[in-house]
């Protein structure tokens, strides 16, 4: 796995950015770069457990391991839901047990500092590659307007 990172520097509050990030009606915004009508499901809670899933159910397990809001957040994927079936032991998803996604935001000067990464295996390297790239702009542009 390589871990691809993509930052940012935004002019806007730091709490402003991190709920474009993670509020219900923004999120999808930004991530529609990845499949559109994304949704991600948490307990915010450090080990409690988040779904990142596209229209039809089917997307990521995680946990988190790191969390200091308006900071970071740190995904663990622990594994995969498909057509409703949730799998975190098989052979495929062992081999991307424990792969991270990570997110964090520093205030410098009044300017935001944002940088998002994610460990990925090649096959999927591109999409993350658009999905990402795209949506940190469309969190900056959210961000930055009026």
Do not use: C
């Amino acid at each position: 796995m390589k871990e691809l990172k993509f930052s940012k520097e935004i002019n806007a509050p730091i709490q402003k950015v991190w709920d474009i990030l993670w509020n219900e009606d923004t999120y999808g915004k930004w991530t529609r770069f990845f499949t559109e009508g994304s949704r991600m499901e948490s307990d915010w809670q450090v080990g409690g457990r988040t779904v990142f899933l596209d229209p039809d159910n089917n997307g990521m397990i995680a946990t988190i391991t790191e969390l200091d809001v308006p900071h970071k957040v740190y995904f663990s994927h622990q594994g995969h839901i498909i057509k409703g079936v949730e799998d975190t032991t098989s052979d495929e998803v062992k081999a991307f047990a424990g792969a991270m996604e990570k997110y964090d935001l520093e205030e410098k000067d009044g300017i935001i500092y944002l940088e998002m990464s994610v460990e990925v295996f090649d096959d999927f390297e591109q999409m993350m590659i658009n999905g990402f790239t795209k949506g940190i702009a469309e969190v900056k542009r959210l961000a930055e307007e009026g």
